[in-house]
């Protein structure tokens, strides 16, 4: 894989290693940024992030993607209630050990090819594809916790450029209005961690 896979590979195993870093600190009691999450529920839907990686780069293949990045990023909408009760019951389980997930699974992403296809719950996607969606989960959900993780400034970038990807198959006329925000706050908006003004108010969040 070329540079732009390697770039990305290893700005999410920053993400990931500075929120394990950060997750030993953390109250899991107190309330998150995500509405009806705790800090607990937050690390336990971080904690699947790696052990799904894993699973899927076992069986990866060379088959043909059908999924992109903005399809993959704008279908988690549909599977809000899924996720929930994933987080929910991750965490009333205790998994919460971020750390060990990622030690667990950075042999096999750093292993991958990441030309090949994974299939996930919404199809089959490029492996560099579905490792940039999970730079967005990474950057979003370190900056939910309390205290939030200050992001791998490259992965923050590749999450920002892949919100606008969204927002370009939504609302191709105003990727111009949003390349004028700070990417925190284009990142935020996008997620609907704050509210969008102007003519953006009625297109985000693009995912949520």
Known sequence: MGRCGDEVRDALVRQWEAIAAAVATVDLEIASRVRGWRNREVVAHLCLQPALLRRFAAAASMRDAVVDVAANLAGTRSLA???????????????????????????????????????????????????????????????????????????????????????????????????QLRLPVWIDVATGRRPGSGSLAVAVPVMT
Request: hydrophobic fraction near 50%; proline fraction near 5%; aromatic fraction near 2%.
């Open 81 to 179: 209630g899924l996720i929930d009760a994933s987080a929910r019951e991750a965490a009333e389980a205790g998994r919460v050990d971020f750390a060990r997930a990622v030690e667990d699974a950075l042999p096999s992403l750093r292993a991958a090819d990441l030309s090949a296809t994974v299939v996930t719950m919404q199809g089959p996607i490029r492996l560099v594809d579905y490792l940039i969606t999970r730079c967005v989960e990474a950057v979003v959900h370190g900056s939910d916790l309390i205290d939030p993780v200050s992001p791998d400034r490259v992965a923050q970038a590749i999450t920002a450029r892949a919100l606008l990807e969204v927002l370009a198959v939504r609302a191709p006329h105003l990727v111009r209005e949003a390349r």
